[in-house]
């Protein structure tokens, strides 16, 4: 009987090679943009649980696109800019992005569009009136504001 079971698992898994082997082994970006497509999809088909079999595959996806993008220079160089940025012009930033906002639209939080300009220039730091006003216009919790990371 386990005869039977290791042909058929090992065919199976082979027969899943064969069809996904250009997603398990990226090589193109049209293959890249599939493995995305596909683990969105994935991701939308999978239950929330720790047995999903579901995330396995995900996983292993998710392998191939990590080792596709540590390979690609664009990426590996915007990881590592945004890597350098302070957490403070990351937040300032996605703010600005979510919420169609310019270096005016921090006026009462922050002042002038000179210093808001000097913050994402990374030549100012927001101070703690600063945080505690964007916190509260935005529904943020402080933290977010700083980087949390243990070295």
Same mark, same amino acid.
């Given at each position: 009987?386990?005869? *039977?079971? !290791?042909?058929?698992? !090992? @065919?199976?898994?082979? /027969? ?14 049209? $293959? ?6 596909? +683990? =969105?999809?994935?991701? @939308? =088909?999978?239950?929330? !649980?720790?047995? =999903? ?8 996806? $998710?392998?191939?696109? @990590? ?11 915007? /990881?590592?800019? $945004?890597? @350098? ?8 930033? *996605? ?7 310019? *270096?005016? /639209?921090?006026?009462?939080?922050? /002042?002038?569009?000179?210093? *808001?300009?000097? +913050? ?8 703690? =009136?600063? +945080? !505690? ?17 243990? $070295?």
């Amino acid at each position: 009987m386990l005869a *039977v079971k !290791t042909e058929t698992l !090992t @065919n199976s898994f082979l /027969g899943f090679a064969h069809n996904a082997s250009s997603i398990l082994h990226i090589k193109s970006d049209k $293959a890249y943009q599939e493995a995305l497509e596909l +683990i =969105e999809h994935l991701f @939308n =088909e999978a239950n929330d !649980t720790i047995d =999903e079999p579901l995330n396995d595959l995900i996983d292993i996806i $998710a392998k191939s696109i @990590n080792k596709y993008e540590s390979n690609q220079k664009d990426i590996v160089k915007f /990881g590592n800019e $945004a890597n @350098n940025i302070s957490q403070e012009i990351s937040v300032l930033r *996605v703010l600005m992005d979510q919420h169609n906002l310019t *270096v005016s /639209g921090f006026k009462d939080e922050i /002042g002038s569009k000179s210093l *808001v300009s000097m +913050i994402l220039n990374g030549k100012r730091n927001l101070t703690k =009136e600063h +945080i !505690t006003k964007l916190s509260k216009r935005f529904s943020l919790n402080p933290a977010v504001f700083f980087n949390l990371k243990t $070295a």
